[in-house]
């Protein structure tokens, strides 16, 4: 009897009974086209011949993993941290031990293998807040407003969580910019959010605009309680850079509209263009005087995955929160603490990036000329790609100010765009699954970040090597013309 039960008894979970959440969570970056990706690459290996001999992956921000060096300081003291009889090694110079003898005295049982408090090691919060700063020209850090994490991503989606409520017209609706980063769709479909777009100004260089602010604010009024404005600075994936003026005018509007502030600033060292500069969002505020400083609600987020570093498999990030009420910051640290603790390695890496080699240090000089070339080199490529794309007719792509990654506009055919719906596909998701099967260019279609009704995008992040890139634009141009012309 108990065996007939049990084989006409169903599964439990099934996609009909699990959470209807997560079947709206929707991630672009890793979605169908780098699923097919990696098939081809297995493909490859296995020796079928395809029209290409190696799949490019330009589809995600991951340095290390398309050829940048890791910066040997950092490494240094990760190393001495993970292995401390290093610290007896003549080879190792005695800034990295000393940065790393100070962590390991942090850390229980003088092992990074220990877990940490659930808000982070002490230290590491006093070196982020006196990082900030000095990046801030003075202006005061609380390293009891610091918050470690799993990754900028991960203290997004808890503060998020902290957010978000109500039923209805009152659910809580969160300002993104369109095109966004998939990371905020995604946490606001598996939370039960109200997504609330605000559209980028293409024609103006992705230039955020305070009236479109306001038409998104006062539509979503309609069906839902807007609560949260989302920015991110420099733009994923458009990389525009927000001028302090820009920023001063969302500070005003979320003030006069009761919004919490949530400021994505992981590139802030990717700046290229002449003439930009980043401002961060708690700089600004304070600088606009009591009136705002002391009331509206700020959370900033930081990453070690970006920037110059690129460490992005080690996990580390951090948090601040401005004029966050005490209460609720009992219940944000209640939250953090059951995940125990973001990675301690990744903890040890935000150190060195907070706290790196001071001039007169025996490993400073070494340290700027690694950080230099690796920046200089992505102004390079960022240039690079601007220009080469806009030789091409039917693809336009506005200056890469900042971050990693360049935002193109593409003209599809109305045959192509016949033969995408016919296959259930968006055009451009067509368009960027025909380059990789028959160029081996893994890209992400614009339709993943979101973009303006009848418009069509790509996103590409510019970090594999200049010449490897060179290639990939040049490629890319090729398919772009035989594409038009196969279609047109």
């Known amino acids: 009897m108990s065996e007939v039960l049990f084989q006409s008894r169903g599964k439990v979970l099934t996609v009909d009974t699990m959470n209807p959440a997560v079947k709206k969570v929707e991630y672009a970056v890793r979605g169908p086209i780098v699923i097919r990706a990696v098939e081809l690459e297995k493909e490859l290996k296995q020796g079928v011949k395809k029209p290409f001999t190696e799949v490019i992956k330009a589809n995600i921000g991951d340095a290390h993993a398309l050829g940048q060096r890791p910066i040997t300081f950092l490494r240094q003291v990760l190393a001495l941290c993970t292995y401390p009889d290093l610290l007896n090694d003549n080879k190792f110079p ?40 000095r990046r801030d020209g003075g202006i005061p850090s609380d390293p009891n407003n610091i918050y470690l994490s799993t990754g900028a ?104 509209e009761k919004l919490f502030l949530m400021a994505d600033e992981v590139y802030q060292d990717n700046i290229y263009a002449q003439g930009c500069q980043f401002h961060s969002f708690k700089k ?16 900033s987020f930081h990453s070690t995955s970006k920037c110059y570093m690129g460490e992005c498999g080690f996990r580390g990030g951090y948090m601040e929160v401005i004029n966050l009420d005490p209460q609720v910051k009992l219940q944000l640290t209640k939250l953090v603490s059951v995940r125990l603790c973001p990675p301690v390695p990744g903890q040890v890496l935000l150190d060195v990036i907070a706290n790196p080699p ?88 614009g339709s993943g970040f979101g973009q303006r009704e009848g418009t069509h995008h790509f996103r590409m992040t ?20 035989r594409f038009t012309r196969e279609y047109s």
């Open 94 to 133: 005695e800034d990295a031990k000393e940065r790393a003898r100070r962590i390991l005295q942090a850390c229980g049982g003088g092992s990074i293998g220990a877990y940490s408090a659930s808000q982070g090691i002490e230290c590491v919060r006093q070196d982020v807040a006196q990082y900030i700063e």
């Open 153 to 256: 991503s991960d203290a997004i989606v808890t503060l998020l969580k902290l957010l978000v409520s109500g039923e209805g017209r009152s659910r809580t609706g969160v300002l993104i910019p369109i095109p966004q980063y998939p990371l905020y769709s995604a946490a606001l479909s598996e939370l039960g959010a109200v997504q609330v777009n605000y559209y980028l100004d293409e024609e103006n260089c992705w230039a955020l605009d305070v009236q479109e602010l306001r038409r998104a604010v006062t539509a979503a009024r309609q069906h839902c309680q807007p609560k949260v404005l989302c920015i991110i600075n420099p733009g994923n994936p458009t990389g525009q850079v927000q001028s302090r003026k820009c920023i001063e005018d969302v500070i005003r509007f979320a003030a006069e």
């Open 284 to 299: 600004v505020l304070y600088e606009m005087g009591p009136e705002y400083c002391d009331t509206v609600e700020l959370a």
């Open 358 to 445: 001071r001039e007169g240090e025996p490993s400073y000089e070494q340290f700027i000329k690694e950080k230099t070339a690796v920046l200089n080199n992505l102004a390079e490529k960022a240039r690079l790609t601007e220009e080469i794309f806009n030789t091409v007719p039917g693809i336009k792509c506005n200056p890469v100010q900042g971050a990693m990654y360049s935002f193109p506009r593409i003209e599809i055919p109305d045959k192509a765009v016949k033969e995408a719906q016919a296959k259930g596909q968006s055009p451009d998701m067509f368009y960027c699954m025909k380059l990789l099967e028959e160029m081996g260019i893994c890209i992400v279609p």
């Open 462 to 481: 510019i970090l594999p090597p200049t010449e490897k890139l060179r290639i990939l634009l040049n490629k890319l141009k090729e398919f772009h013309e």
